[in-house]
Nanobody, 120 residues
Framework: QVQLVESGGGLVQAGGSLRLSCAAS????????MGWYRQAPGKQRELVAR???????NYLDSVKGRFTISRDNAKNTVYLQMNSLKPEDTAVYYC??????????????WGQGTQVTVSS
């Protein structure tokens, strides 16, 4: 059983920074692409940033230049550094990963979500 556990959300003033972390745990697996999505109240979930196994990245236009996604393969962890936060960044942020489970195939996993609130 593979799990994604997120941490690092919270309340911050506009212009501030937060770093989200998401660690995959379990046994007999390897991680392909990893990413962060967010969902604000009344809105659809959207892709914020994604990083491939080969560390190619892509970002939502509204966060380019402010957010940085990175990964530590030795720790099975993906990070999202969020700078210059704006009130419109307020949402629940979800970690997502394509994980190859030995002997079973590739599955898509979600974390439980972490709240990010940016006050004006």
């Amino acid at each position: 059983q593979v799990q994604l556990v997120e941490s690092g959300g919270g309340l911050v003033q506009a212009g501030g920074s937060l770093r989200l972390s998401c660690a995959a745990s379990g046994s007999a697996f390897s991680i392909n692409a990893m990413g962060w999505y967010r969902q604000a109240p009344g809105k659809q979930r959207e892709l914020v940033a994604r990083i491939s196994a080969g560390v190619t990245t892509n970002y939502l236009d509204s966060v380019k230049g402010r957010f940085t996604i990175s990964r530590d393969n030795a720790k099975n962890t993906v990070y999202l550094q969020m700078n210059s936060l704006k009130p419109e960044d307020t949402a629940v942020y979800y970690c997502n990963a394509d994980i190859r489970v030995v002997g079973r195939g590739v599955y898509n996993y979600w974390g439980q979500g972490t709240q990010v609130t940016v006050s004006s």
